[in-house]
């Protein structure tokens, strides 16, 4: 992003919500416009170009994956960060497919808001959240984790959990991911939880038998990629 305010509309029928949404993103560079269901979100988005869309799922009338629908019909491709607090699963999926480029649940704290914010209004590269496949979700993540741009590898990772949860890749990676960044506690966690799903998972076995070790031996996790799962 350049030095221009970023215009962000918050869509929710909570004002409270509301609210938070908007006192948590006050200190940073936004122009902040609001509605408060989705008929009003919808006019405001077809009159004028946005940056940033937050979205509830959870709308009176037109409901937030109706509206998102209607604005990809539109062929406006502008970011939607979900917001929710009631979604399923398939909910979720449904709004990644429809190019969603993240989501937040409720309740949501000030600096996480901030943050996902902060990070989706300065990717570069915000088209490649139009890749809908968990395989190329996984590929790019692990890309990312090689390239040690984390925030970016976590995103891709959030996205393929909610379509895919019962596969052991995404843990393994969040695991590589924490232990890269010396959280050594939770990279463990995450191993376990890929094994958890699938016992036979080489790529965890290794990771999690190599970071019992007490040397820092992190940069030879296993990613589970194809050129022998070694990030170089």
Do not use: W
Not at 43 to 71: A, C, F, R, S
Not at 163 to 184: Q, R
């Amino acid at each position: 992003m350049t030095d221009q305010a970023a215009n962000i509309l918050i869509i929710d029928d909570e004002a409270e919500m509301r609210k938070v949404l908007k006192d948590a993103l006050k200190t940073g560079n936004y122009l902040i416009d609001t509605a408060d269901d989705s008929r009003t979100g919808l006019k405001k988005v077809e009159e004028q170009e946005y940056d940033l869309i937050l979205l509830d799922l959870k709308l009176p009338g037109i409901e937030g994956i109706e509206m998102l629908e209607k604005i990809r019909e539109e062929n406006i491709m502008t970011p939607v960060l979900i917001i929710t607090g009631y979604g399923s699963i398939e909910s979720n999926v449904k709004a990644m497919k429809l190019g969603a480029v993240d989501y937040l649940r409720k309740p949501c704290e000030p600096g996480e808001i901030k943050e996902q914010v902060t990070e989706i209004l300065a990717r570069k590269d915000i088209e490649d959240f139009d890749e809908t496949d968990y395989k190329t979700l996984i590929q790019k993540a692990q890309e990312a984790i090689k390239e040690r741009k984390f925030d970016l590898a976590h995103s891709f990772l959030k996205r393929s959990i909610i379509m895919a949860e019962d596969h052991a890749e995404p843990f393994n990676l969040l695991g590589v991911i924490a232990e890269m960044t010396g959280d050594k506690e939770k990279a463990m966690k995450m191993y376990r939880a890929s094994l958890d799903i699938d016992p036979a998972y080489e790529p965890a076995q290794d990771n999690i038998e190599r970071a019992s070790q007490f040397n820092d031996r992190s940069e030879e996790a296993n990613l589970g990629d194809d050129d022998s799962s070694k990030n170089s």
